[in-house]
């Protein structure tokens, strides 16, 4: 019975081992969920179990052309010819002609990303690819080796929210460029979470003034707007007593879905 034990312990071990030399080789494993429209890569740990590291947003194919099925990465480009003589980004092959790779350019140049098809991510959109944010299929590009396992499902739920990709409506700056490029000469870079307002510093007499009715004047007139000037939501930071005269300090503070993010600082006096 000794001996039986060893060997299977001997046998656990060497398990353990080959699990473990597989994880150094290949760190993560890929799966893409066609129903969400949402890859999530996991990585594996100490003990060669892969757990769930970061989620992406993406485009699968329409009518079903993203195949199901496990595969494993066979070639990586800078840029990659598409159907329809367009280029895409960072470019990951899984099988076939099903890749994985930024939205599409028109041409082999930066500034010549497809806008609409930038603000379909999230929904079932390519010939059969996996379109992704510049960032994330640079992302796959860089840290998965070739050979990475890659699983294409159309059943389960995520097992981390998938993110938003930030929207380029007709105030964008730049909607030719991808806001998440890395690229030096991307001119997002420049951009960020910004502030309007009409009145920064407002004046308000405490005679009937309630914590309701201060909210409201604290919020009115401030306008807060993402990377790509859509309006977003914002949070206020303040400590005043509706009744108690006085100035005090608030803090208007927003990020936005890239991560960026801005402040601002304005003042109410209570008369």
């Keep these: 019975m000794k001996k039986i034990a060893a060997m299977l312990m001997a046998a656990m071990m060497c398990l353990v081992y080959i699990s473990c030399a597989h994880a150094d080789t290949y760190p993560y494993r890929i799966t893409v969920n066609k129903s969400t429209n949402c890859v999530t ?6 003990k060669g179990e892969y757990k769930p590291f970061k ?3 993406c485009s699968v194919g329409s009518n079903n052309s993203t195949p199901s ?15 329809g003589n367009v280029y895409g980004q960072y470019a990951t092959r899984i099988n076939g002609h099903i890749l994985f790779h930024s939205v599409y350019y028109k041409k082999q140049s930066p500034d010549t990303l497809d806008t609409a098809g930038y603000n379909q991510l999230g929904r079932a ?3 059969g690819c996996i379109r992704l944010t510049a960032a994330d299929a640079k992302w796959i590009y860089d840290n998965c080796s070739l050979g990475t396992q890659v699983t294409i499902t159309d059943k389960g739920q995520d097992p981390l929210e998938r993110p938003k990709a930030i929207k380029l409506g007709s105030t964008a700056p730049y909607p030719n460029w991808d806001p998440t ?9 420049n951009e960020g979470v910004k502030f309007n307002y009409i009145a920064l510093h407002k004046r308000v007499k405490a005679d009937g003034l309630t914590s309701e009715k201060l909210a409201e004047v604290v919020r009115c007139g ?3 707007f993402d990377t790509a000037n859509n309006n977003i939501h914002y949070d206020l930071a303040y400590n005043i007593h509706p009744q108690k ?3 005090y300090t608030v803090k208007y503070f927003a990020t936005d879905v890239l991560g960026n993010t801005g402040e601002i600082t304005g003042t109410i006096t209570i008369e």
């Design 245 to 247: 005269k006085g100035k």
């Design 41 to 46: 890569v996991y990585k594996a740990d100490e």
């Design 222 to 224: 401030v306008t807060a």
């Design 125 to 127: 959109a390519s010939m």
């Design 69 to 83: 099925g496990t595969f494993k990465t066979e070639d990586k480009y800078v840029w990659r010819l598409l159907f």
């Design 55 to 57: 989620a992406m947003i």
């Design 181 to 189: 490029d890395p690229n030096p000469d991307n001119p997002w870079k």
